[in-house]
């Protein structure tokens, strides 16, 4: 068993076809093909199905092509660790970043890495938390930009930036005319919520003192993916939605006004860089997180403000 081997086996998981599997791994089909069969044989199992098209990967294969993730992972970061101990930043960084959070901060951390000479080539996806965090333990991506705290013992967490709550709240509504919401006497069948795979509607849903689980007394009849939905629903049909302080920063000048802040409460979303506990790049990390920084207000940096975050359900 060698890692070429394995990467070719992840090679033709993602593609789901020998051909452009061995397109990407710059070797002809015939020697793809006959490397994973040798390893195949080796192993005394099939990896792929190769009755169907495209290709899948069989029930102990997936299980093969997960641990072969695990394993390249591994075996890169040795090269990692001399090149973190040379000082040399160049290379590449796999962001994941949740939606809730990309929408804001990716143009402005895209141009900064564009402008920088630090060498590092940032590639970045929005994720939702959970297959975030199963990304990074399985090695397919570097890090994420991810609310915190996660509390895994397999992650490793840098906190970056503290964003405060807001209330965005229709004209219509009466509690338009007042200069702060109060939730506990919030009507919650006037709120609308994310969707259940984004980590901010858990802690919309701690901030109202809401039961997740307890579905029969959720009265919402649409739950967005968007923040920016959930705001227009508002502004077309009533009632009021949560929104986090770079959303709320983010709106036009004449949605500036449904804004409210939330009576008596501090509590703060954390955002950080997540990587695997294992991971050796620090100094990589490092130039990552300064450069996420500078695109968020100093004002939400201080590390004081942790003692109010609210904890994460993902």
Not at 74 to 89: A, S
Request: aromatic share 6%; charged share 25%; proline share 4%.
């Amino acid at each position: 068993m060698t890692i070429q081997q394995l990467e070719y086996i992840i090679a033709v998981d993602n593609y789901r076809r020998f051909a452009k599997a061995a397109e990407s791994c710059c070797v002809t089909q015939p020697t793809l093909s006959m490397m994973i069969q040798k390893l195949e044989d080796e192993l005394d199992v099939k990896i792929f199905d190769r009755m169907v098209q495209p290709v899948v990967p069989t029930e102990i294969g997936k299980k093969i092509i997960k641990q072969a993730h695990i394993s390249i992972y591994h075996f890169n970061q040795i090269k990692e660790l001399v090149n973190n101990e040379k000082d040399i930043l160049t290379g590449d960084f796999r962001l994941g970043i949740i939606p809730t959070v990309a929408t804001y901060l990716v143009p402005e951390l895209l141009r900064l890495v564009g402008d920088s000479d630090s060498g590092i080539n940032l590639m970045m996806q929005e994720l939702p938390t959970s297959v975030m965090v199963e990304h990074i333990v399985n090695g397919k991506i570097d890090g994420g930009l991810a609310a915190t705290p996660l509390k895994s013992p397999l992650l490793l967490e840098i906190p970056i930036y503290y964003e405060k709550f807001y209330a965005y709240v229709s004209s219509e509504d009466k509690s338009f005319d007042e200069e702060e919401i109060d939730l506990g006497n919030i009507d919650i069948r006037k709120l609308w919520l994310l969707d259940n795979i984004h980590c901010l509607r858990g802690q919309v849903e701690s901030l109202c003192k809401r039961k997740r689980e307890s579905d029969r007394q959720r009265t919402v009849n649409y739950e967005s993916g968007s923040l920016d939905t959930l705001i227009n629903i508002v502004d077309y049909n009533g009632g009021f939605t949560i929104i986090p302080e770079m959303t709320a920063m983010g709106l036009p000048e004449e949605k500036q006004n449904n804004l409210r802040k939330i009576k008596g409460d501090v509590s703060v979303r954390e955002i950080s860089l997540v990587v695997s506990c294992n991971f050796v790049r620090q100094k990589m990390a490092g130039t990552i997180t300064e450069m996420i920084k500078k695109t968020t207000p100093k004002s939400m940096q201080d590390p004081a403000l942790v003692k109010y975050a609210i904890d994460v359900m993902y």
